[in-house]
């Protein structure tokens, strides 16, 4: 294909799926996917100017590094000085740059070509698009970062007025870093490369949502990050300390104090009633929440007494979240807690998750592959190919009582 039938294809993305987007994530999402394929590039950002008007931080990204808590001056970087000089920049080859190597290595790969544009809405320079690398190795030329300009002035007037100016620099506190997590999988003779160089880092206080195609690794990660299975290479902290290498021991202790737990299956004691499911779970760790308000909290205080196979699976799914909060977790990790239920009965559970999260000060990791339920969570990771693929930034995350599929 030559680029003019790509720019062709692209602008007509653009004044389809941009334009009929329902919010500004889901539109820089979608025009960022259409100027890279556009333009063959191999990773790329939106960066956002702050309220201030001082710094710019990154709104959407796809790239193999996790960027969403960096920030840069205005003036520094190429997409500072992009925001500042109000001008777009071709380094068509590093190799020929003063500046070696690039600081656009800040998203993970070599840098070697890089194009970078200004954002403008009503004639105000509100960010920029930087694009690094051409997939099939080639560099830049002006005529790409003409292509870009067009693509990106396109994107921005066909989200006018969906509040670009409202968007609030936010800065946030890591809970556990992953870097360049590699997991293989031994199956006799072969080895299977689950996650080869993961690179994440989940905040304190978010609420994270992974997706991706069944059998790319979530449940791995998850399990990883849950001290429920060891990995091949690289590091795993939680508050900065290291735990890809614990003993038995301290990854019981990790597990109980830092972690709930909340799975497909409910996994309750069908022996005990609802409360006391609850309570056997508050006497193991140190610092846990009533019982009788953990019960409340996902609105069962009628059912306490039921014992799990008196309940609905929704009721039943909701006692498995109060069993995890009733530990005052640092982190509760989800695995497609609605995939059994109907739709009714994931909207109050996913209600009683986004209130964990509101009104807990609860991390909550959840993975699920329903793209609908991502627009509840703070921020979207999607895996693909062992890595993280993309990084979404949601800037008006729907309530879970609006959500539809
Ligand atoms: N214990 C295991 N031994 C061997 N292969 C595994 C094991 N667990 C998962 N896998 C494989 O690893 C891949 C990723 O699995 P998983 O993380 O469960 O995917 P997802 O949760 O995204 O659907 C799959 O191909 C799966 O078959
Ligand atoms: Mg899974």
């Known amino acids: 294909m030559t680029s003019k039938e790509r720019f062709k294809i692209a602008t007509r993305a653009m004044l389809s ?3 009929d987007s329902d919010s500004i994530d889901e539109g820089l999402a979608f025009s960022l996917d259409i100027i890279m394929g556009a333009l063959e590039g191999e990773a790329g950002a939106y960066w956002m100017l702050s309220a201030k008007r001082d710094r710019i931080f990154p709104v959407s990204s796809k790239c193999p590094a996790d960027i969403t808590n960096m920030s840069m001056r205005i003036g520094t970087g190429i997409a500072g000085a992009v925001v500042s000089s109000q001008e777009s920049v071709l380094i068509p080859d590093s190799s020929s740059s003063i500046i070696t190597p690039l600081p656009e290595d800040y998203l993970g790969l070599n840098a070697v070509s890089v194009i970078c544009v200004p954002i403008v809405n009503n004639k105000e320079v509100i960010g920029c698009l930087e694009i690094v690398n051409k997939k099939d190795g080639s560099l830049f030329t002006a005529e790409d970062v003409e292509m870009c ?19 609030a620099e936010e800065k946030k506190d890591i809970l556990i870093s992953i870097t360049d997590l590699k997991k293989d999988y031994e199956n006799g003779e072969t080895k299977l490369h689950v996650l080869k160089g993961l690179n994440l880092n989940i905040y304190k206080n978010e609420f994270l949502v992974i997706l991706g195609e069944s059998g790319c690794g979530k449940s791995t990660l ?3 990050i849950g001290g429920m299975d060891t990995l091949t290479s690289g590091h795993v902290s939680i508050e900065g300390r290291d735990i890809s290498h614990l003993s038995e021991h301290d990854l019981t202790e990790y597990r109980r104090d830092y972690l709930g737990f909340v799975f497909q299956s409910y996994n309750l ?3 005990l009633t609802a409360l006391e499911n609850i309570r056997y779970i508050a006497e193991l760790v140190d610092h846990p929440m009533r019982p009788e308000d953990a019960i409340a909290k ?16 929704g009721q039943q799914q909701r006692v498995s979240i109060a069993r995890a909060i009733v530990k005052n977790p640092r982190l509760i ?3 497609e807690p609605t995939a059994a239920l109907d739709y009714q009965t994931s909207i109050e559970v996913l209600s009683v998750i986004e209130d964990v999260v509101k009104n807990n000060g609860t991390t909550i990791v959840m993975i699920t592959h329903n793209p609908q339920i991502a627009k509840m969570a703070d921020r979207v990771v999607t895996l693909r190919n062992g890595v993280v693929a ?3 930034r949601n800037l008006e995350p729907v309530s879970a009582t609006d959500l539809v599929w």
């Open 17 to 19: 799926d941009v334009f």
């Open 149 to 167: 300009e067009h693509l990106a002035n396109l994107s921005t007037i066909t989200m006018d007025d969906k509040g670009f100016f409202d968007i």
């Open 222 to 224: 998850m399990n990883i």
């Open 269 to 271: 004691m069908p022996n």
């Open 298 to 313: 996902v609105n069962l205080t009628s059912k306490a007494d039921f014992y799990p196979g008196q309940m609905s699976g």
């Open 333 to 335: 990790l989800a695995d």
């Open 390 to 392: 993309n990084i979404k």
